[in-house]
Nanobody
Framework: QVQLVESGGGLVQAGGSLRLSCTASGISISVNGMAWYRQNPGKRRELVAGIRSGGSTYYVDSVKGRFTISRDNAKNTVYLQMNSLKPEDTAVYYC???????WGQGTQVTVSS
């Protein structure tokens, strides 16, 4: 059974930083692509960043240069380092693996202006 558990969300002022973590069980993140999505009420879930099994990364244009996705294979954990946060980054952030189409429970990120 695949389980993804996110943590690290919170309230931060604009310009601040947060680091989200997604710890996986039931799969090995080193051989599975992983991604972070975000969603606000009434809006579609949006892909934010992803890391392929080979280690290459990709980002939505709005976060390029501010967010960094990485992974620690030994801890089976994927991270999303978020810098220079903006109020429009406010959302619930979810971890996802397409290989099993599994989602975490989400972690709230709120950026105040």
């Amino acid at each position: 059974q695949v389980q993804l558990v996110e943590s690290g969300g919170g309230l931060v002022q604009a310009g601040g930083s947060l680091r989200l973590s997604c710890t996986a069980s039931g799969i090995s993140i080193s051989v599975n692509g992983m991604a972070w999505y975000r969603q606000n009420p009434g809006k579609r879930r949006e892909l934010v960043a992803g890391i392929r099994s080979g280690g290459s990364t990709y980002y939505v244009d709005s976060v390029k240069g501010r967010f960094t996705i990485s992974r620690d294979n030994a801890k089976n954990t994927v991270y999303l380092q978020m810098n220079s946060l903006k109020p429009e980054d406010t959302a619930v952030y979810y971890c996802h693996t397409a290989s099993y189409d599994s989602w975490g429970q989400g972690t709230q990120v709120t950026v105040s202006s």
